[in-house]
């Protein structure tokens, strides 16, 4: 999607914060929209333990068995970095893929710690989890446009999107589609993703 977006061979595109970030040095894309999951359009990743655990801060990890999501999420990886911590002082870690993977390895006692997203580290806290950890807030997916599509169909496109009301049971099977967490769309410049850019600056080259 980045680079066919970029290079201009699809038109619009619907991109994760880092894969907007790679776009638009790539090719100069528009963003158009972010999205709204449970009102919010933006989030946060957690470092989470287990409630019984003597895991209290970012440098309790040193040495300690840890669990991401999907490898190819370097944001989890520049999070966890960026809280004081380098992987490789870390004991071991793996990649669960799904959130709810590591939020049941950490509870089972199968990892000390893990990186859940705010919404699922909420969840989990009446399941035996604690967080020791939450970063700065983080811009969501988004829809964007190549740099050929034209601003008054970029503007009505961009309007299209923000009319979308999660109360209008049409309206709502649009938003739904894309993902069913969502509520709608939110207005997004390129500004908000710069905390992308510096926390995943030491992974550019990944």
């Known amino acids: 999607a980045v680079s066919d977006v970029a290079a201009g061979n699809v038109d619009i595109a619907y991109l994760t914060p880092i894969a907007y970030v790679k776009a638009h040095a790539a090719g100069n894309v528009h963003i158009l929209a972010k999205t709204v999951t449970k009102g919010r359009d933006a989030f946060r990743l957690m470092l989470v333990t287990r409630t019984d655990s003597p895991l209290r801060t970012v440098q309790d990890l040193v040495g300690k068995r840890f669990a991401f999501g999907d490898e190819a999420a370097i944001l989890q990886r520049?999070?966890?970095?960026?809280a004081g911590i380098r992987l490789e002082q870390l004991a071991s870690y793996r990649f669960l893929g799904h959130y709810d993977n590591i939020a049941r390895g950490v509870a089972n006692g199968d990892f000390d710690a893990g990186i859940l997203k705010d919404t699922t580290a909420i969840q989990w806290e009446k399941k035996g989890l604690r967080t020791i950890y939450a970063s700065p807030e983080l811009p969501p997916y988004n829809i964007v446009a190549g740099r050929q599509v034209k601003e008054p169909l970029r503007r009505a496109i961009q309007a299209?999107?923000?009319?979308?009301?999660?109360?209008?049971?049409?309206?709502?099977?649009?938003?739904?589609?894309?993902?069913?967490?969502?509520?709608?769309?939110?207005?997004a410049s390129d500004a908000d993703y710069d905390v992308i850019r510096v926390l995943v600056k030491p992974f550019q080259n990944q």
Do not use: M
């Open 160 to 187: 299209a999107l923000l009319r979308l009301n999660p109360a209008n049971p049409e309206q709502r099977a649009v938003i739904k589609a894309l993902d069913e967490n969502y509520d709608g769309f939110a207005p």
């Open 78 to 82: 520049a999070v966890v970095v960026n």
